[in-house]
Nanobody, 122 residues
Framework: VQLQASGGGSVQTGGSLRLSCAAP????????RGWFRQAPGKDREFVAAISVTGGSTTYADSVKGRFTISRDNAKNTVYLQMDALKPEDTAVYYC????????????????WGQGTLVTVSS
């Protein structure tokens, strides 16, 4: 069972993208979900996370006010709306899932999808 991230691409500074992370069937529907990113030569960085019901969200300070995480449990999909993109947002973005809670440490997540590349040019 895999998480499938999509929606990456190339945009200019100030542009927007929406990432999606789909899971097959009802897999991960009762899991907390989130997004991490990793830029070339840098460590993995927490971006955002959302609780099972969507009632609780948390963001990294670097994206707060620009990115919005949401989920549609009927479609078993989590989204990351990214607005006002900056060159420093350039990275491979990974979706994650865990049954236990929302964490900002990547070690807290048991399930990872493949990444989708976001490139922001100045």
């Amino acid at each position: 069972v895999q998480l499938q991230a999509s929606g990456g691409g190339s945009v200019q500074t100030g542009g927007s993208l929406r990432l999606s992370c789909a899971a097959p069937g009802r897999a991960f529907v009762n899991y907390h979900r989130g997004w991490f990113r990793q830029a070339p030569g840098k460590d993995r960085e927490f971006v955002a996370a959302i609780s099972v019901t969507g009632g609780s969200t948390t963001y990294a300070d670097s994206v707060k006010g620009r990115f919005t995480i949401s989920r549609d449990n009927a479609k078993n999909t989590v989204y990351l709306q990214m607005d006002a993109l900056k060159p420093e947002d350039t990275a491979v973005y990974y979706c994650v899932a865990d049954p236990a809670g929302i964490y900002s440490d990547y070690l807290g997540y048991d399930y990872w999808g493949q990444g989708t590349l976001v490139t922001v040019s100045s």
